[in-house]
């Protein structure tokens, strides 16, 4: 079992931005009658989401994430000497999205840049892998720009999925500061897994095609897709979840020497409300320390961790926190985080 930790690097400035279009899940009707509609909307607990328009991608929720965090922080575009980008929605195959977002956001040629294209797990990766950069010294400011736009992956004549997903992006500023204690990550994965979350077409195994492209019905239940519109196995991401969260949670906070109680927030990837109520009790935590923000934007895939700390602790941050974090989704990946904040600074959410 590996684990990585750091000191004296942190997140200081946080900021969001979501698509203007918002979508009432009871009203999500195109496909399904009302009555249809209704149950599975009581039962997922996603009353709205945002919906990108299609000329929008992530980039363009990211950029408009990282303005509103440099104008309100004031900080020297000079001085950012590392951007990553996290998405499974890039603009483009190829180049990488974060190159693009370099030169759009002007940001000098020396900086570093690449993409992160892991799925629900990936801003706690991203976390970990800009702590370490940034710990190696040699990096003034880094930003994390995590962005995805998960309304053009899956079909909305499936209802296993049509009623779940929504769009966003954000940008987290990093630093180095003696304020920051020391912070711990648990990073896993489980490629057996692969299939419980997938896109089965598109890529360069299985190229797209007239026939990928083609609507079918895909079950019993008459939900219809193509083969480049996404899937997931709700069952056997159930099960996987209440086996190895939990686990991996405790052994985090055994390594850390930290007792859950002495935690500020307990922020999970907002992938279903009935999960994160089993994981709570699994876990013995107060949920009074448990924001929730997957009723007002669906599941935002890697999104859902930085915009639920955005949308939910805003005004709440001030001094020193420690906050767990938690995320699991395709791959399957897992990870989990004990992070240090000191004074962290929110911006106002941003529609596009």
Known sequence: MAFLQFNGVGVTALAAAVPRHVIN???Y???FDAAQVKQVVDKVGIYERRFADADTCSSDLCFAAAEKLIADNNIDRSEIDLLVFISQTPDYR???T????QERLGLPKSTIAFDITLGCSAFIYGLSVVFSMMSG???RKALILDGETRSKVYSPKDRRTAFLFGDGGVAALVEKSDAFGDSFFSLNSDGSRGDLIKIDAGGYRNPSSPESLKEKVVDEYGNIRNDEQGYMKGADVF???IVEIPKDIKRLLAHAGVEAADLDFYIFHQANNFINSYLAKKLKLDTSRIPSTIHKYGNTSSVSVPLT???ALKGRMDGDKRLLLSAFGVGMTWASGIVPFHNLKISD???V
């Open 25 to 27: 899940n009871y009203e």
């Open 29 to 31: 009707t195109q496909f």
């Open 94 to 96: 190829m180049p990488a």
């Open 98 to 101: 974060s190159v693009l977002l």
């Open 137 to 139: 010294g040699g990096i």
């Open 239 to 241: 099960n996987f979840v």
């Open 309 to 311: 700390i955005a949308d």
């Open 349 to 351: 959410i941003v529609e």
